[in-house]
Structure formats: C-alpha cells, structure tokens
C-alpha cells in the first residue's frame, strides 16, 4: 500500500467522461486529504480526518504543503521522430511560415527522413526520452502517434516503440504523403494494402491529417473507413489552417475525436457540440505557430465536449508540458482552471478509451498522481511555464520526485 498524507488539498473532476458544459468545470476540493492506493489502484481517499488505522505494510509519501491532482493524460502526442527542427525553427522566427516549409518539402517530410535513417532502437530510445520529459512535467497517459515513417518498416517500429515506453498507440499513417509515391492517392492505396493489417493489431486508433497539401476530406473518408473496418478507433487532425470540411466528416464517421480546431467556424461548432465527438484543443502548437487560438469558449459554452493535449512533436509544437498546456487554456482559451483540468485528465482518458479508469482521483481508479508543489490546485493553470511537480505516481508507486 502507498499511502499519501498530510495533503494541502486533493482536487479532481468529479463528473463522469465525457464532462460537456457547466459539468466541465465541476471539480471537487478535499482540504488537508491523503490517497490510498493498493495493487496499482486508489482504493480511498478523502480527508485526513477520516483516514482510519491501516494494517499491514504501508509505504507513506508526505504530502504537506502539496495539492495532489490526477496523473495527467496527454492524448495528442507525436513522440516518435529523431532529429530535430532547429533550422526550420529559426528560419520560422525570421519570417518563413510553417505552411511554406511543408510546401517546399521541409517540415513533416524533413522529420521522416532523418527518422528514416535511423534503426528500430533509436527510435525506442527516442521515444523513451520523451516519455521522460512527458513524465516529469506531469503526464501518466500518453498518446503516441507514428506518421514520420511512412514506410512499412518505420511506421510498425514507431507503433512498437510507443508500446514499449507503456504509450497507447495511433497510427498516422496518413499524414503526408512520402515522396516515392505519385500522389495521393497512390500513397493510400499501398498504406491500406501493406501496412493497415499490422498496424490494426499495434494501434487502438487512426488518425488522418486533413489540410491543403495533405489529404483531402475524400481521401481521409476511405482511410479512415478502411481503418475503421479493421477494428480502430478514429482521429482526425482537423481544421489546422483552412476549414475543409473535416469536422463533417468526423461526425459522419463517429470518429473519437478531432484535433487542432484553430479554422473551425460557427457551423463546425455546432456540430461538434451535437455529436459524441471530442474536440480536442492544442493552444501550444497555435502558441508555436503564431496561429489564432481555436474557439474553445464557443465550443464549451455550446455544449460540445473538449479535451487538451500538448500536441509535442518537432513542429509545430516542441512542447511536452500539460500543465503550461493548461496555463494557455485559461489566458488564451478563456477556459477556467477547473475546466482546464477536467479537459486534460478525465476527458483526455474518454479519447483514449480509458476513462473508466483513468483521469480521475477515486477508487477504483488508477493510482496515477501528480503532486504539485503549491498550496493550492489551481496553481497548475496560474504557475505559466512554472516548476510545479515535486512528484509523480504511476500504478501506485513514486516514479518521479525532485
Ligand atoms: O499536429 N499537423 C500535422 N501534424 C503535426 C505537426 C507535425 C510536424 O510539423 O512535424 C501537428 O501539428
Ligand atoms: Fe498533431
């Protein structure tokens, strides 16, 4: 048994996944609290004054002067690349843009050649380090994506990596299209047909780059329905720079989510918050590329269900902190504290398939915590860019502490 004491304060979504409206912002505070976990679970938690004698061998973490808060759930990650985007990084800080990089064969395609160049246990040792990163800043959950092989090789390596580093993982196997290939099309067609049945049994999701000069709504509608019938859950990556119709699209397919947001109009606001499919928001990679910020107030205060996720990748967001993901919730997304925090545990988990047993501080729950070093929870969002996590528990055992 792990158990935590002495807390400041223990705060946690309290409504069930995923949180949509008023309930986004519903969190429970419990003053001076302790967690109790056993066998990888909470098994109880709630005020110190209501904490009995506990038998048996128990392990104590002390928790004074710290706010616990779930281990936090990054479900929009792309930790499997080697190299890095320096050089596109400061030709972009002297003017060059994102979207002209791509066009000219940089961006994605730079990164899927040098990770083309490296062999399988690079590329577990890549992501392994960003799994690091990921986990001091606070993250327990991560979502891995592939999309910088391309190939069949590197494509089921980067699935096997996000694996091994204990990621859950998507296959992107539609985010650009290589440069062997004609077009297109022709690049689906030998993605489909040779990589599909392997990656169906590595991944639990797809995902699908939607964008002038990616893939086009027709062409993500047969990836994304071939996927499907072979058992994957659906993402897509969405109104990034021009509204194409995606969020149509993700309706249509009852897709798990659609991420980025930052084009989305009135109408794709309404219709996400009429359907089951998440929203999921990435103000870092807006922040990184100097876009405008997607319309997360009009899509809360609508009804549609939200998510927040880092979005790290060499990029369009160097960046593994959920807790600065949460700063920018509420300075650039109007989203509260409490809201931030629902949108990056518990719904988070909901894209993931895993809300039934993660994202929240309760038993039964995985014993998956983050204590942050503040007196009080909402120092998460306030603290911008701020050294908060003192420790991190993972399947109820201390993984991190500085
Ligand atoms: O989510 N938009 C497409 N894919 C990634 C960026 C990938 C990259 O620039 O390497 C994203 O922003
Ligand atoms: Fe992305």
Redesign the pocket.
């Known amino acids: 048994m792990l158990l935590v004491r002495d807390l400041a304060q223990l705060a946690t979504p309290s409504a069930g996944a995923p949180a949509r409206g008023e309930a986004l912002g519903e969190v429970e505070v419990v003053e001076r609290a302790f967690v109790l976990c056993e066998g990888g679970r909470i098994i109880a938690c709630g005020a110190m004054s209501q904490l009995g004698a506990l038998e048996g061998e128990v392990e104590e973490v002390d928790g004074s002067g710290l706010c616990a808060i779930p281990g936090l759930v990054d479900c929009h990650t ?1 930790p499997c690349f080697l190299g890095d985007r320096v050089e596109e990084f400061a030709l972009r800080a002297a003017g060059a843009s994102y979207e002209e990089l791509h066009a000219a064969g940089g ?2 395609l730079s ?1 899927v050649r040098a990770t083309r160049a490296g062999d399988e246990s690079e590329l577990h040792a890549a992501v392994e380090q960003h799994r690091g990163w990921m986990l001091r800043a606070g993250t327990t959950t991560f979502e891995g994506k592939s999309g910088y092989g391309l190939d069949r090789e590197t494509e089921l390596a980067s699935l096997r990596a996000v694996a091994a580093a204990g990621g859950v993982p998507t296959w992107l196997g539609a ?1 650009a299209t290589p440069p062997e290939f004609e077009d297109a099309d022709d690049y689906l067609e030998f993605a489909l047909t040779e990589v599909m049945p392997e990656a169906a049994q590595l991944a639990q999701a797809a995902d699908v ?1 939607v964008e002038q000069g990616a893939f086009t709504v027709e062409q993500a509608r047969r990836y994304l329905s071939a996927c499907r019938d072979a058992g994957l859950a659906l993402r897509l ?1 969405g109104d ?1 720079f021009n509204e194409l119709g995606a969020v149509e699209l993700a309706v249509e397919l009852g897709a798990r989510s659609i991420d980025h947001l930052e084009a989305t109009g009135e109408a794709g606001v309404r219709g996400l918050a009429e359907s089951d499919v998440v929203g999921v928001l990435l103000p870092a ?1 807006a922040l990184f590329l100097d876009r405008p910020m997607p319309p997360a107030r009009a899509l809360v205060d609508a009804g549609a269900a939200v998510a927040l996720a880092t ?1 790290f ?5 160097f960046c593994e902190s959920l807790a600065l993901v949460c700063s920018l919730a509420s300075t650039q997304l109007c989203l509260a504290p409490a809201e931030a925090l629902t949108a990056s545990t518990v719904n988070a988990a909901h894209v993931l398939g895993r809300a039934d047993r993660c994202g929240r501080i309760a038993p039964g729950f995985d014993a998956d915590l983050v204590l942050l070093a503040a007196p009080d929870w909402r120092h998460l969002a306030y603290h911008l860019g701020g050294d908060l996590v003192a420790t991190v528990i993972q399947g109820g055992r201390v993984v991190w502490s500085r």
């Open positions: 792309h961006g994605i990164t985010h780059f990556h990034q990679s979005d990748n060499p990029g369009s967001a």
